[in-house]
Nanobody, 118 residues
Framework: QVQLVESGGGLVQAGGSLRLFCAAS????????MGWYRQAPGKQRELVAT???????NYDDSVKGRFAISRDNAKNTVYLQMNSLKPDDTAVYYC????????????WGQGTQVTVSS
């Protein structure tokens, strides 16, 4: 059974940094695409960043230049380095996997809370 487990969230002041981790288990192969979503209170879940197995990345405009997604295929782990954090970045962050690169996010983690104080 595939599991995605996030860690690294927490409370940080505006302008600070956090690094999120997502470890995938239960799959015999690496997922074609992995990504991070977030959901703030009262808002819809939104895509933050994605990365393919080959290392191609994509970011939402709101985080470009501040966040960096990376992955270690050998460890089936994906990371999200978040710098220059803003209060608007406060949300629950979810790791997700799109096994075949078809924009079908079949697997999700339980989420990790990121809170940015002003």
């Amino acid at each position: 059974q595939v599991q995605l487990v996030e860690s690294g969230g927490g409370l940080v002041q505006a302008g600070g940094s956090l690094r999120l981790f997502c470890a995938a288990s239960g799959s015999r192969f690496s997922f074609i695409k992995m990504g991070w979503y977030r959901q703030a209170p009262g808002k819809q879940r939104e895509l933050v960043a994605t990365i393919t197995m080959g290392g191609s990345t994509n970011y939402d405009d709101s985080v470009k230049g501040r966040f960096a997604i990376s992955r270690d295929n050998a460890k089936n782990t994906v990371y999200l380095q978040m710098n220059s954090l803003k209060p608007d970045d406060t949300a629950v962050y979810y790791c997700a996997a799109d096994p075949w690169g078809r924009a079908e996010w079949n697997y999700w983690g339980q989420g990790t809370q990121v809170t940015v104080s002003s």
